[in-house]
């Protein structure tokens, strides 16, 4: 007697998984959908998917799905070539170096002009108070 396995790529989920990934590949207008049915036929299923939609940030991102997937942008699956890996594998690292570099470049860009900005805020005030004494004290 042989018993059959589970072959799928994908883990069983629950019904509460099932629902929570078919509305995530719809993305977030199904979620707010289902919010206001939720509050149309029984307020309390309503107030839950609200509660859950905030607790899990759903509410506040672009997509739904990006979260789900975003783990595995920073891995990839090998192609069964060592040397294409390999090159894949430096190509990328040297990409988020060059991305590092630049985030650090637009962050020294944006230190100098604040720099700058505080600089001549300062030499207007020094001005100022100059011309201030400059003039004396008003007699009324």
Known sequence: MTTAT???????QSWFGRAE??????GKGAWIAAMVLGF????????AVLAYMIWSKRMFNGNCSTRRW?????????????????????TLR????????????????????DKSEFD???DE???TAR??????PVEI
């Open 70 to 90: 975003s783990h595995a942008a920073h891995s990839f699956k090998s192609s069964g070539n060592s040397a294409f890996d390999a090159y894949k594998a430096e």
């Open 6 to 12: 589970d072959t799928t790529p994908f883990p069983r």
């Open 120 to 122: 001549q805020f300062m």
């Open 40 to 47: 149309i036929f029984f307020w309390p299923v309503g107030l």
């Open 94 to 113: 040297r990409l988020e170096e060059e991305q590092t570099a630049f985030e650090a470049f637009l962050q020294r860009l944006r230190d100098a002009k």
């Open 21 to 26: 990934t078919w509305l995530d590949d719809r």
């Open 131 to 136: 011309t201030d004494r400059s003039e004396g």
């Open 125 to 127: 005030r020094a001005r």
